[in-house]
Protein backbone atom coordinates (compact mmCIF):
# COMPACT_ATOMS: atom_id res chain seq x y z
CA UNK A 1 0.00 0.00 0.00
CA UNK A 2 1.08 3.58 -0.12
CA UNK A 3 2.65 5.02 2.54
CA UNK A 4 4.59 8.31 3.59
CA UNK A 5 7.34 8.29 6.31
CA UNK A 6 8.45 11.28 8.04
CA UNK A 7 11.85 12.12 10.18
CA UNK A 8 10.84 12.09 14.11
CA UNK A 9 10.42 15.48 15.72
CA UNK A 10 10.11 18.15 16.71
CA UNK A 11 12.27 20.58 15.79
CA UNK A 12 13.69 23.46 17.04
CA UNK A 13 15.69 25.79 15.00
CA UNK A 14 16.69 29.43 15.47
CA UNK A 15 15.66 32.40 13.62
CA UNK A 16 17.11 32.51 9.74
CA UNK A 17 18.41 28.78 10.02
CA UNK A 18 18.11 26.15 7.65
CA UNK A 19 15.58 23.84 7.53
CA UNK A 20 15.60 20.09 6.02
CA UNK A 21 12.43 18.26 7.24
CA UNK A 22 12.64 14.36 5.83
CA UNK A 23 10.05 13.24 3.92
CA UNK A 24 10.38 9.50 2.00
CA UNK A 25 7.28 7.55 0.68
CA UNK A 26 6.16 4.19 -0.85
CA UNK A 27 3.45 3.94 -3.88
CA UNK A 28 2.43 1.87 -6.89
CA UNK A 29 2.68 4.00 -9.45
CA UNK A 30 3.59 7.53 -10.15
CA UNK A 31 2.32 9.57 -7.11
CA UNK A 32 1.61 12.91 -6.76
CA UNK A 33 3.72 14.59 -3.72
CA UNK A 34 2.33 17.46 -1.36
CA UNK A 35 3.72 19.45 2.06
CA UNK A 36 0.65 20.94 4.16
CA UNK A 37 0.98 23.18 6.74
CA UNK A 38 -0.91 23.27 9.97
CA UNK A 39 -0.59 26.59 12.15
CA UNK A 40 -1.69 26.56 15.75
CA UNK A 41 -5.48 26.26 16.14
CA UNK A 42 -5.75 26.03 12.59
CA UNK A 43 -6.49 23.26 9.71
CA UNK A 44 -4.25 21.98 7.59
CA UNK A 45 -3.14 24.41 3.95
CA UNK A 46 -1.31 23.10 0.87
CA UNK A 47 2.21 24.41 1.18
CA UNK A 48 3.45 23.11 -2.10
CA UNK A 49 3.18 20.51 -4.43
CA UNK A 50 4.88 18.05 -7.45
CA UNK A 51 3.13 15.99 -9.39
CA UNK A 52 6.60 14.34 -11.58
CA UNK A 53 10.18 13.23 -11.01
CA UNK A 54 12.55 16.31 -10.46
CA UNK A 55 9.53 19.00 -10.10
CA UNK A 56 10.31 21.54 -7.86
CA UNK A 57 7.25 22.33 -5.68
CA UNK A 58 8.04 25.99 -4.53
CA UNK A 59 6.17 28.09 -2.16
CA UNK A 60 6.50 31.33 0.70
CA UNK A 61 10.57 30.54 0.48
CA UNK A 62 10.21 26.91 1.04
CA UNK A 63 10.92 24.30 -1.87
CA UNK A 64 10.73 20.39 -2.49
CA UNK A 65 12.24 18.30 -5.35
CA UNK A 66 10.54 15.23 -5.92
CA UNK A 67 13.20 12.65 -6.50
CA UNK A 68 12.09 8.87 -7.91
CA UNK A 69 15.19 7.57 -7.71
CA UNK A 70 15.35 7.75 -4.09
CA UNK A 71 11.35 8.34 -3.67
CA UNK A 72 11.90 11.26 -1.17
CA UNK A 73 10.78 15.04 -1.63
CA UNK A 74 12.47 16.72 1.17
CA UNK A 75 11.19 20.09 2.00
CA UNK A 76 13.41 23.05 2.68
CA UNK A 77 13.75 26.50 3.63
CA UNK A 78 17.16 28.59 3.14
CA UNK A 79 16.07 31.11 6.06
CA UNK A 80 13.50 30.37 8.40
CA UNK A 81 11.41 33.10 10.62
CA UNK A 82 8.95 32.09 13.75
CA UNK A 83 6.00 32.88 11.87
CA UNK A 84 7.23 29.40 10.15
CA UNK A 85 6.17 27.79 13.47
CA UNK A 86 3.82 25.21 12.45
CA UNK A 87 3.12 21.69 12.09
CA UNK A 88 4.14 20.55 8.33
CA UNK A 89 2.76 17.28 7.07
CA UNK A 90 4.08 15.11 3.43
CA UNK A 91 1.42 13.64 1.69
CA UNK A 92 1.15 11.59 -1.34
CA UNK A 93 -1.51 10.97 -3.63
CA UNK A 94 -1.18 7.98 -5.85
CA UNK A 95 -3.73 5.70 -8.24
CA UNK A 96 -7.32 6.73 -9.60
CA UNK A 97 -8.69 7.44 -6.23
CA UNK A 98 -8.79 11.18 -4.82
CA UNK A 99 -7.51 10.34 -1.01
CA UNK A 100 -4.22 11.57 0.37
CA UNK A 101 -1.84 9.80 2.34
CA UNK A 102 -0.32 11.45 5.19
CA UNK A 103 2.92 11.21 7.54
CA UNK A 104 2.54 12.21 10.89
CA UNK A 105 3.80 15.53 10.53
CA UNK A 106 6.09 16.93 12.33
CA UNK A 107 6.19 20.15 14.52
CA UNK A 108 8.55 22.76 13.90
CA UNK A 109 9.69 25.58 16.60
CA UNK A 110 11.43 28.96 15.44
CA UNK A 111 12.80 30.98 18.11
CA UNK A 112 13.45 34.52 18.01
CA UNK B 1 -14.31 33.45 0.65
CA UNK B 2 -16.38 31.38 2.88
CA UNK B 3 -14.22 28.62 3.71
CA UNK B 4 -14.69 24.89 4.77
CA UNK B 5 -16.68 25.68 8.10
CA UNK B 6 -17.19 23.28 10.68
CA UNK B 7 -19.14 22.83 14.28
CA UNK B 8 -18.70 22.85 16.87
CA UNK B 9 -15.22 23.75 17.13
CA UNK B 10 -15.10 22.46 20.88
CA UNK B 11 -17.41 19.54 22.37
CA UNK B 12 -17.29 18.07 25.70
CA UNK B 13 -19.56 15.13 26.69
CA UNK B 14 -19.58 12.12 28.56
CA UNK B 15 -19.11 8.35 27.60
CA UNK B 16 -21.94 6.70 25.91
CA UNK B 17 -23.29 10.12 24.65
CA UNK B 18 -23.65 11.04 21.23
CA UNK B 19 -21.83 13.18 19.47
CA UNK B 20 -22.62 15.00 15.96
CA UNK B 21 -19.79 17.22 13.97
CA UNK B 22 -21.18 19.26 11.05
CA UNK B 23 -19.58 20.54 8.08
CA UNK B 24 -19.98 22.82 5.14
CA UNK B 25 -18.04 22.63 2.20
CA UNK B 26 -16.68 25.24 0.02
CA UNK B 27 -19.20 26.00 -2.74
CA UNK B 28 -18.99 24.33 -5.61
CA UNK B 29 -16.26 21.62 -4.49
CA UNK B 30 -17.52 18.00 -5.16
CA UNK B 31 -15.28 16.14 -2.77
CA UNK B 32 -16.04 15.96 0.95
CA UNK B 33 -13.34 14.55 3.02
CA UNK B 34 -13.25 13.79 7.21
CA UNK B 35 -10.13 13.34 9.06
CA UNK B 36 -9.00 12.31 12.17
CA UNK B 37 -5.88 13.57 13.89
CA UNK B 38 -4.84 12.16 17.18
CA UNK B 39 -1.22 12.53 18.90
CA UNK B 40 -0.75 8.86 19.06
CA UNK B 41 -2.15 8.26 15.16
CA UNK B 42 -1.61 11.45 13.05
CA UNK B 43 -4.11 12.38 10.81
CA UNK B 44 -6.32 9.40 9.56
CA UNK B 45 -8.92 9.66 6.90
CA UNK B 46 -11.90 8.22 7.62
CA UNK B 47 -14.88 8.51 4.95
CA UNK B 48 -14.83 10.97 1.58
CA UNK B 49 -17.48 11.36 -0.48
CA UNK B 50 -17.98 12.20 -4.51
CA UNK B 51 -20.82 14.60 -5.38
CA UNK B 52 -22.44 13.36 -1.63
CA UNK B 53 -22.33 9.62 -2.49
CA UNK B 54 -19.72 7.84 0.20
CA UNK B 55 -16.86 6.75 -2.37
CA UNK B 56 -14.86 4.94 0.46
CA UNK B 57 -15.36 4.53 4.19
CA UNK B 58 -12.70 2.00 5.05
CA UNK B 59 -11.49 4.47 7.89
CA UNK B 60 -14.05 4.60 9.96
CA UNK B 61 -12.90 2.63 12.74
CA UNK B 62 -16.49 0.97 13.72
CA UNK B 63 -20.02 0.62 13.61
CA UNK B 64 -20.58 3.50 16.06
CA UNK B 65 -19.13 6.06 13.60
CA UNK B 66 -21.29 7.09 10.70
CA UNK B 67 -21.46 9.93 8.10
CA UNK B 68 -23.91 11.69 5.62
CA UNK B 69 -23.73 13.87 3.22
CA UNK B 70 -27.74 14.77 2.36
CA UNK B 71 -26.69 17.43 0.03
CA UNK B 72 -23.77 19.63 -1.70
CA UNK B 73 -23.98 22.10 1.34
CA UNK B 74 -23.50 19.81 4.14
CA UNK B 75 -22.21 16.52 5.83
CA UNK B 76 -21.97 15.46 8.82
CA UNK B 77 -20.12 12.63 11.31
CA UNK B 78 -21.87 10.98 13.81
CA UNK B 79 -20.69 9.11 16.90
CA UNK B 80 -22.80 6.90 18.86
CA UNK B 81 -22.07 5.84 21.29
CA UNK B 82 -19.26 7.82 22.16
CA UNK B 83 -16.29 6.37 23.93
CA UNK B 84 -13.20 7.85 25.57
CA UNK B 85 -10.66 6.81 22.80
CA UNK B 86 -12.79 9.01 20.13
CA UNK B 87 -10.87 12.20 21.82
CA UNK B 88 -9.42 13.55 19.13
CA UNK B 89 -10.00 17.09 16.61
CA UNK B 90 -12.04 16.43 13.62
CA UNK B 91 -11.27 17.99 10.70
CA UNK B 92 -13.29 18.15 7.24
CA UNK B 93 -12.23 19.13 3.76
CA UNK B 94 -13.39 19.87 0.59
CA UNK B 95 -11.32 19.74 -2.84
CA UNK B 96 -12.60 20.39 -6.58
CA UNK B 97 -11.99 17.95 -9.00
CA UNK B 98 -10.13 14.30 -9.00
CA UNK B 99 -6.89 15.31 -9.65
CA UNK B 100 -6.04 17.80 -7.82
CA UNK B 101 -4.61 16.66 -4.29
CA UNK B 102 -5.67 20.44 -2.81
CA UNK B 103 -7.79 19.82 -0.35
CA UNK B 104 -8.85 22.94 1.76
CA UNK B 105 -9.99 22.14 5.74
CA UNK B 106 -11.61 23.45 8.33
CA UNK B 107 -10.24 24.48 11.29
CA UNK B 108 -11.70 21.38 13.01
CA UNK B 109 -13.75 20.07 15.96
CA UNK B 110 -11.99 18.95 19.05
CA UNK B 111 -13.97 16.70 20.57
CA UNK B 112 -13.15 15.61 24.28
CA UNK B 113 -15.31 12.47 25.61
CA UNK B 114 -14.74 11.98 29.51
Known amino acids: GNSVTQMEGPVTLSEEAFLTINCTYT??????LFWYVQYPGEGLQLLLK?????DKGSNKGFEATYRKETTSFHLEKGSVQVSDSAVYFC???????????FGKGITLSVRP | DAGVIQSPRHEVTEMGQEVTLRCKPI?????LFWYRQTMMRGLELLIY????????DSGMPEDRFSAKMPNASFSTLKIQPSEPRDSAVYFC????????????FGEGSRLTVL
Open chain 2, 93 to 104: ASSFGKNTGELF
Open chain 1, 27 to 32: ATGYPS
Open chain 1, 50 to 54: ATKAD
Open chain 1, 91 to 101: ALRAGANSKLT
Open chain 2, 27 to 31: SGHDY
Open chain 2, 49 to 56: FNNNVPID
